[in-house]
């Protein structure tokens, strides 16, 4: 039952919408804790923070 939870978490943490523009887009793994670029706008979207 925990793979079902790691695997919910890991996809909540590459899932991000621009602030901007308000496009949705899933972020590579390799890449789901760092700032990446919105491929609609260009504006910088910042990772998920620690609740």
Same mark, same amino acid.
């Given at each position: 039952?925990? =793979? %079902?939870?790691?695997? %919910?978490?890991?996809?909540?943490?590459?899932?991000?919408?621009? $602030?901007?523009? =308000?496009? *949705?887009?899933?972020? $590579?793994?390799?890449?789901?804790?760092?700032?990446?670029?919105?491929?609609?706008? =260009?504006? *910088? %979207? $910042?990772? $998920?923070?620690?609740?």
């Amino acid at each position: 039952m925990g =793979g %079902i939870f790691y695997g %919910i978490s890991d996809a909540l943490l590459r899932k991000r919408r621009c $602030p901007k523009c =308000g496009k *949705e887009q899933v972020v $590579p793994r390799e890449k789901r804790r760092e700032t990446v670029r919105c491929v609609k706008c =260009g504006n *910088e %979207i $910042p990772p $998920p923070t620690n609740r």
